[in-house]
């Protein structure tokens, strides 16, 4: 092998300018950018620097081979030709990441069984000793992406993602990743400043991420010297004398760092519940004595009396928050600027937002904007100086001044209405605005007949839904056969979904009566054209239901029960919230106090948010799909719960099988077909009904409660279980006047130990 290697950097998107800048200063050579990564040459020394020292990269990884494949046995043949035995031992352990598609290979699990396949036969000895796949801690990690009918295969230096230093177990709801906030830290000139003796402030900083990684880049500590286990460690081509050199000498840097006078840096955090996860994580991460985090509200917000002092105030608003309506955040963001006014003159500051709009909302300008991801999540960084002459300060404001401060304040509330809360701290709810004018269009003769019948539904639900407090309905099921289609209102959105027509309909006046419907909604519901979402539901199998139709990622907070849900009316065909369980929410709701609450199958959680909000002991859910988690993760974080809510991605079956804890209080509401590639063979609800509710009854507690239900229309209830279990069906009590027209939407009921 050459002393040269090829070196890929991969890291979140938006950070490829940055990291490219740092891996240079670390004597990468030759660098270039791609998409979410940079590339260069470098030796043996320069990649481990580069594990040890990035505060940017997720991962490290040292190519091996590049070769052209047109095909599966190209790919096999290629990865075959490499001297495997150079890189591990017979009996060793490896895992095998494939990324990109084409060649004949679109499925990137058969891509990496394939690379599995060739490196094990090389391998194979006489005795039948072979490396065996391990995917949490593998001797040896390889990558293979794919790129234009060229294999790149990589042996991944770092292990785990270089983002996860180590000091961070316990975090917030929606935590920056530590690679993330090293960026913005970096955007924002805090090395500069830190050079400087500057301080540093973050008046939201949940668990203290900005803090710990702007205190490791003061103190010229490498984020990564505590790390124990690398991708090298047990790869034959590791070199531990030069290691040892690299990370003594990174060992005397900090120790130095940490010897230098510390740095101001505090932390303020208004939810008492993450002061200790975040002093928690300060001490793991060695720095006490620099970091110090109080809980304080944003509208306290003071960094130092002494104003003398400088440096930079840095923060980012709660993720959760983010994804509802910006408006909600309009008084947070009124705070912060007023609070930089008057307590941060002459500091810098740094606010990276997923809402850049409500940046205006400050009342001082920003002099640099910079784009960054968030996960999946556009967001700005907006940079500030703190400087007098960018707005009238204190007593100099005269009459008139303060005059066109509140008439400005007063034309922001117009725009976006602020929360206002009474004295128990509840939100008042505001009053309705005025209904918007909808331009009227001439209705055909069918388009009128149903913007009547429309307008009869809304004005009986609407009343109903008031009186209740119910901001999600369904408006309209089919109630008309030749109007086929099922008409939901979230606040003031319409989600409409059309049912596929009977082969015995003819398309053009399927079409043209679809096309009535449409011009009838806006008019007989009062809302704008822009606010109509329609989707087209078929005869649905397997999880076909949840497949993304578009990735728009917009995603609408609605309130039901005392709680906040995100629901994005765009993406998949369901909204992330089906409104005929709300019974079964409430109920849940209702009887969690006190009580461990399971939630099999639960989709995007939020019976399980229902059941934090009723006091529940603790939740755990269960789901295969880690998009319905994280949105679960987010509907958690939006309603402030974090700490006592597991999610757990996996298959519900298997999962039962392996769990031992018990439960007070089950909800289980399976799809109608299940057959993910995650999965062991095809769920049936039907068919497995029994399997299913005998492992959910075995982990019940004492005197505890099932509640089962689903929406096949089919469903019969398998008479073992009936000998077995004590069952009351409960789907009547389960059915809201909304869901009356359609009483097979779905069956419920309660199941207890005999």
């Known amino acids: 092998m050459s002393d040269r290697y090829e070196i890929f ?31 260069g040459m470098a030796d043996m020394e320069t990649a481990y620097r580069l594990c040890l020292w990035s505060r940017l990269a997720n991962r490290v990884l040292l190519v091996l ?28 352990t490896l895992a095998v990441e494939f990324s990109g598609h ?86 924002s000139g805090w090395p500069r400043i830190a050079a400087e003796g500057g301080a540093l402030a973050d008046p939201m900083c949940g668990v203290g991420t900005f803090l710990v990684e702007a205190a490791m880049i003061a103190a010229d500590i490498a984020p990564n010297l505590k790390r124990e286990q690398w991708g090298f460690t047990a790869w034959l081509g590791h070199v531990p004398a030069l290691w040892r050199k690299l990370h003594d000498e990174a060992l005397a840097r900090a120790q130095a760092g940490l010897a230098k006078p510390p740095l101001w840096i505090r932390g303020y955090e208004a939810d008492p519940r993450l002061i200790q996860p975040g002093r928690n994580n300060v001490e793991r991460a060695g720095l006490s004595e620099w970091i110090k985090i109080y809980q304080g509200e944003v509208g306290t917000f003071e960094p130092r009396p002494d104003q003398n002092q400088k440096g930079l105030v840095i923060c980012n608003p709660p993720y959760g928050e983010r994804l509802g309506d910006e408006a ?25 937002t997923g809402a850049p709009d409500l940046g205006k909302r400050m009342g ?32 100099r404001r005269t009459a008139e001044q303060r005059q066109v401060e509140r008439e400005q304040a007063q034309a922001a509330a117009d725009e976006a209405p602020v929360r206002q809360y009474n004295k128990n701290g509840n939100p008042i709810k505001p009053a309705p605005a005025p209904a918007p004018v909808v331009e009227q269009a001439r209705l055909s003769e069918g388009g009128q007949m149903f913007a009547n019948r429309l307008q009869k539904n809304l004005k009986q639900l609407g009343k109903w839904a008031k009186r209740e407090g119910i901001e999600c309905y369904r408006v309209y099921d089919a109630d008309m056969p030749e109007y086929s289609l099922a008409i939901d209102l979230y606040q003031d959105w319409v989600h409409v979904q059309e049912y596929a027509a009977p082969k015995s309909v003819d398309p053009e006046k399927a079409q043209a009566r679809l096309f009535d419907a449409l011009a009838a909604i806006p008019q007989a519901l009062n809302v704008d054209k ?6 087209r539901r078929e005869r649905q199998s397997g999880t076909k239901q949840y497949e993304r139709q578009s990735a728009q990622g917009q995603f609408t907070e609605v309130r039901e029960g005392g709680i906040k849900l995100l629901v994005n009316l765009t993406d998949y065909l369901d909204t992330g919230l089906f409104l005929d369980h709300r019974p079964m929410r409430m109920r849940i709701q209702q009887e969690a106090a006190g009580k461990r609450f399971l939630n099999l199958f639960c989709y995007t959680a939020t019976a399980s948010v229902h059941a934090a909000k009723g006091g529940a002991r603790s939740t755990t859910s269960v789901d295969l799909s880690k998009t319905y988690l994280d949105w ?8 402030g719960f974090s700490d006592k809510n597991r999610l757990e991605q996996g298959d519900v079956m298997a999962w039962l099988d392996s769990c031992r804890d018990e439960f007070d209080l089950i909800f289980i509401d399976p799809p109608t077909f299940s057959n993910s590639k995650r999965m062991e063979g095809v769920f049936d609800v039907q068919r497995d009904q029994v399997q299913l509710l005998d492992l959910a009854m075995a982990r019940l507690a004492p005197g505890g409660v099932l509640y089962f239900s689903n929406n096949f229309r089919k469903f019969q209830l398998d008479e073992n279980l009936v000998e077995r279990y004590q069952i009351e069906e409960i789907t009547a009590k389960t059915i809201d006047p909304d869901f009356a027209r359609n009483g097979k939407i779905h069956r419920a009921w309660k199941v207890t130990a005999r």
């Open 9 to 39: 950097l991969t890291c979140p998107k938006g950070l490829e300018g940055l990291l490219i800048e740092e891996a240079v200063g670390l004597g990468l050579e030759q660098a270039r950018e791609h998409t979410s990564a940079v590339r």
């Open 65 to 92: 081979k590049r070769f052209p494949m047109k095909d599966a046995e190209d790919l096999y043949h290629g990865v075959l030709d490499v001297d495997w035995q150079d890189h591990m031992l017979a009996d060793g």
């Open 102 to 187: 084409g060649s004949g290979i679109d499925n990137t699990h058969f891509g990496a069984l394939k690379v599995k396949d060739a490196i094990v036969d090389k391998l194979r000895t006489p005795t039948g000793e072979r490396p065996s796949v391990d995917k949490l801690n593998p001797d040896l990690r390889i990558h293979l992406r794919l790129d234009r009918g060229e294999a790149i295969l990589s042996l991944d230096l770092s292990g785990h993602s270089l983002h996860q230093r180590g000091y961070r177990l316990q975090q917030g709801a929606a935590p920056l990743k530590e690679n993330l906030a090293a960026a913005i830290l970096i955007r």
């Open 328 to 352: 909600s955040l309009l008084y947070l963001y009124q705070n912060l600027g007023e609070r930089l006014r008057q307590a941060c003159l002459n500091w810098e500051a740094a606010v990276f």
């Open 364 to 395: 001082i300008r920003s002099h640099k904007q910079y784009s960054f991801w968030n996960g999946a999540l556009p967001c700005k960084l907006l940079l500030i100086k703190v400087l007098p002459d960018q707005f009238v300060t204190g007593e």
């Open 530 to 535: 822009s606010r109509v979402v329609i989707k």
């Open 632 to 639: 679960a993760r987010r509907n958690f974080s939006l309603n």
